[in-house]
């Protein structure tokens, strides 16, 4: 059997120095992360940080930037995950709809609520993707190439 991680997305959103974070449940508790979820079939890498940022918070997510990808392994779960994230905005309008199950909220936050929070990180890379992108670490949204039909 070939070994393969977990290939997913996310979103970095600021405005007026706060990011948009969810606090989710997790089989540890309530955990706090980026928009992010699992690439789905035939969808490009950008294609899923605007479903699963809309999904999740309830806010259109436009990227504008890539970040930069990150590989973590999960210790508690066995767990590997390619991580692509981008930075972007959201419209100012939430739209009404159900969040995806498991979403407790969508949360404003400054870095310092999530240096304040960071037990209830759902993993590193947040930090370390969110810093990223405070130092100006943003490169063009082709620099990730997508051949999906």
Request: with cysteine; hydrophobic share 35%; net charge negative.
């Amino acid at each position: 059997m070939i070994w393969k991680p977990n290939v997913t997305v996310a979103s970095i959103i600021e405005h007026a120095g706060k990011f948009l974070m969810v606090e989710e449940h997790s089989s540890a508790g309530p955990v706090i992360n980026q928009p992010a979820g699992h690439l789905e079939s035939n969808e490009s890498m950008q294609e899923a940080a605007i479903r699963e940022t809309l999904e999740e918070t309830g806010y259109h997510f436009t990227p504008c930037a890539f970040i930069g990808s990150y590989l973590w392994h999960n210790q508690d779960n066995e767990t590997t995950y390619f991580r692509t994230t981008f930075s972007g905005t959201v419209c100012h309008e939430r739209i009404e709809k159900q969040l995806d199950e498991g979403i407790i909220r969508p949360l404003w936050m400054t870095r310092e609520d999530i240096v304040d929070n960071q037990k209830r990180l759902r993993s590193p890379i947040i930090l370390e993707s969110i810093d990223d992108f405070l130092a100006g670490k943003t490169y063009p949204l082709d620099l990730v190439k997508q051949h999906i039909k």
